[in-house]
């Protein structure tokens, strides 16, 4: 069962070694981490997308909340969030491919950032599973390197998860 | 003005600590300079390990958080073991350390090692001071995470420069204000009246008594609960000493090597209240030592803790005198059937055994049993671990005193140095170490701490030449081959104790120890008794 964690965090260091240790320790792999300051200054967000059944993610929970500076987390609800991460694509590209790979872009509503004789940089900025299908449909003209920045996600409606 | 050590100090004596366990170098040197001058006792162990020991003894005696201290690199690294102890064991403990200058920090320097790093999975929370200015918060802060909620050992981690450095005042915090940690002490009255209803509806209802009714200090109020419901209580290694061994629906230590009446008990019990812990693999191994059908209830101040090991119908997160105090309001004037109290009471009849003597040598459970008889009330029993612990664990009849041990961590050493903190803790009572030859041998150091402090600890090895414990696993498990478990080389340990000046005997039957612990009890010195024992004598 893959879940999203939604950790507040005191903002200052070594925090991030504390949260990343209590999974590496259990032996649990984490599929994507992102960390970033939030409204307030003092606190920062973490949002951790990871593997495990049940037991495992409460565990992780419970764990999670014993780390003095973590503030609250949250484990988000399936179909109830928004969940983004940001994606550079560079992609073997001569140039009598490039317009099919424009094409390409164009239909997943992805970014041509960057062109280079032989090559194309595609930005793109979707749900997990829209990435994983452009960087399927780019796969066959020859990836050179991706980069991702890590899920990062928030509750639709109106909560809010604040300190 | 006022410097970094000076505030150090004045946070100790604000935080009311009468002494700290410690062994000195470089980077601690500037504290150590300042504690000089204050009224608060340092005693000097002889490796740090045994700081960290010594504190949590004193810590486990006193109520009162222990407090030990190292310089840094190899100082701090000698802790480690120690605080780890303190951390399996919920033992609140300071543990201050000196570092390198904060302008060195990750250069690797001479006596640099990243402790704060190196003690993160064994810490309740550490800290890597980086101003002056942060020192009083940073104190504030961690005797009151340390002693709250579930108790655990904190790390200050101090570069030198922090300790040199100087401010324009000090000023001790009256409150700590730390937005993530906020312990549910309270207990959820829905939950305790569930509890409750289920115990009322149960046939067989069984306590398990652990650490953690101990660290609430609640200790009498539990044992009045018991006295009046009559629930039959067993308990944990971490849970002996909440009841008076002879109180008559008192079991004795389940689990793998507890009392066959206690795990007896628990396999036929359909509802088990666990107070206060964790039932690690030592307490509950299989799931079938529970039934399928039991339901369980667990009280713990950490949520963490429930669900973790035994599958729980009813938790109740919070501290276990809040909890006992309304399910006593709730419980009314309920006893447990009839039928249950004389089943538990026949079995503690049919289960009584008395150990084989072997001529020749000290029959170590009867003479744990012994020993309880000749000491005061409220004497403070350390043991070992291994054989020596599983003696003391299941024979000793403890009354209103204390029976100290590391349940959770099982370090190799520990009674010595243990017994060092609660001496200071309780000088008026006695203390007793009951040891292996093995385990003394990796702390028998301390000797010289308790000679250089006129501690009246006695000391009792049981000598079997062996590593015993593991000696009798591999006699299950491996053959009969005994890699590794035979001692030799030891020395011999009377003239060791002479060599310290500590008073001394050795006994060969249980009718010779018992005429030498007579006498030993009495003098205000510390003694060794070395009682030798057969080496084929089991745990159990
Ligand atoms: C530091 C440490 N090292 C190793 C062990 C594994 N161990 C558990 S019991 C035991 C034997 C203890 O021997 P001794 O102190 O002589 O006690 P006995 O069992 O003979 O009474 C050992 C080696 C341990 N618990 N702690
Ligand atoms: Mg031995």
């Known amino acids: ?163 | 003005m006022i410097s970094g050590a000076e505030i150090m100090v004045k946070c100790l004596e604000a935080e009311g600590v009468k002494v700290v366990f410690g062994y000195p170098g470089a980077t601690i040197c500037p504290f150590y300079d300042k504690l000089y001058d204050s009224s608060i006792k340092h005693v000097l162990v002889r490796q740090e390990q045994n700081a960290a020991h010594a504190a949590s003894g004193y810590s486990r005696c006193s109520g009162l958080p222990g407090v030990c201290v190292a310089t840094s690199g190899p100082g701090a690294t000698n802790l480690i073991t120690g605080i780890a102890t303190a951390y399996a064991d919920s033992v609140p403990m300071i543990a201050i350390t000196g570092q390198v200058k904060s302008d060195l920090l990750g250069r690797d320097v001479f006596q640099e090692a990243d402790i704060t790093g190196a003690c993160e999975p064994f810490v309740k929370h550490s800290y890597l001071v980086s101003k002056t200015e942060d020192l009083p918060r940073v104190f504030k802060e961690a005797f009151h995470i340390a002693s709250t909620g579930r108790k655990g050992p904190v790390l200050i981690d101090i570069p030198m420069d922090i300790q040199q450095n100087e401010i324009e005042s000090f000023e001790y915090p009256e409150k700590v204000n730390i937005i993530g940690y906020k312990p549910n002490t309270r207990g959820h009255a829905v939950q305790v009246k569930r509890a409750v209803e289920a115990i009322k509806n149960s046939r067989r209802p069984l306590i398990v008594s652990g650490g953690g009714v101990l660290s609430s200090g609640v200790k009498l109020k539990f044992q009045a609960f018991a006295d009046k419901t009559k629930i039959p209580v067993i308990s944990t290694m971490m849970g002996i000493g909440v009841m008076p061994s002879d109180h008559e629906m008192y079991l004795g230590m389940l689990g793998t090597h507890g009392k066959p009446v206690a795990n007896r008990a628990l396999h036929d019990a359909d509802l088990v209240i666990v107070c206060g812990a964790r039932l690690g693999d030592r307490a509950v191994a299989a799931p079938d030592q529970m039934s399928e059908n039991t339901t369980v209830i667990h009280i713990d101040i950490d949520p963490a803790e429930i669900g973790k090991n035994v599958k729980t119908a009813i938790p109740i997160v919070g501290d276990m005198k809040n909890v006992l105090n309304m399910m006593i309001d709730e419980i009314g004037d309920y006893v447990v059937p009839n039928q249950w109290q004389e089943t538990v009471k026949g079995w503690k009849k049919s289960f009584f055994r008395t150990p084989p003597k072997f001529d020749g040598f000290v029959e170590p459970r009867a003479l744990v049993a012994q020993l309880s008889s000749m000491l005061r009330s409220k004497a403070i029993l350390v043991a070992d671990v291994g054989q020596n612990q599983i003696w003391c664990a299941n024979n000793f009849m403890i009354r209103e005193g204390r029976f100290l041990t590391t349940g959770g961590m099982g370090t190799m050493g520990y009674s010595v140095p243990a017994a060092v903190g609660a001496k200071l803790a309780r000088p008026t009572r006695d203390v007793v170490v009951v040891c292996g030859d093995g385990s003394f041998q990796m702390s028998m150091n301390e000797l010289a701490t308790i000679v250089g402090n006129n501690l009246a600890i006695k000391i009792i090895i049981m000598r079997n030449h062996r590593l015993g414990m593991v000696r009798e696993l591999q006699d299950f498990n491996y053959n009969k081959r005994h890699a590794a478990t035979i001692l030799s080389g030891d020395p011999d340990f009377l003239k060791l104790a002479e060599a310290y000046g500590i008073d001394h005997a050795e006994a060969n039957s249980n009718e010779e120890a018992e005429e030498i612990i007579r006498g030993m009890v009495k003098s205000d010195k510390p003694f060794i008794l070395v009682c030798n024992v057969y080496p084929d004598t089991p745990s159990i």
Not at chain 1, 29 to 44: C, E, H, K
Not at chain 1, 78 to 105: Q, Y
Not at chain 1, 134 to 146: A, F, V
């Open chain 1, 1 to 163: 069962m893959q879940y999203t964690l939604s950790i507040l965090v005191e903002n200052q260091a070594g925090v991030l070694s504390k949260i990343s240790g209590l999974f590496s320790r259990r032996g649990f792999n984490i599929d994507s981490l992102a960390v970033g300051v939030t409204n307030n200054p003092d606190v920062s967000r973490i949002t951790i997308v990871a593997n495990g059944d049940e037991y495992v993610v409460e565990q992780l929970e419970k764990q999670l909340n014993k780390v003095i500076p973590v503030i609250k987390v949250k484990r988000l609800s399936e179909g109830d969030f928004i969940s983004r991460e940001l994606i550079l694509i560079k992609v073997h590209c001569a140039a009598s491919k490039r317009a099919e790979i424009i094409k390409t872009a164009e239909i997943m509503q992805a970014k041509i950032v960057d062109v280079a004789p032989s090559c194309v940089t595609v930005e793109y900025c979707e749900n997990s599973s829209r990435v994983e299908t452009l960087i399927d449909l780019l796969k066959p003209y020859g990836i050179r390197e991706i980069v991702r920045t890590g899920t990062i996600a928030i509750d639709r409606g109106n909560t809010a998860l604040s300190v």
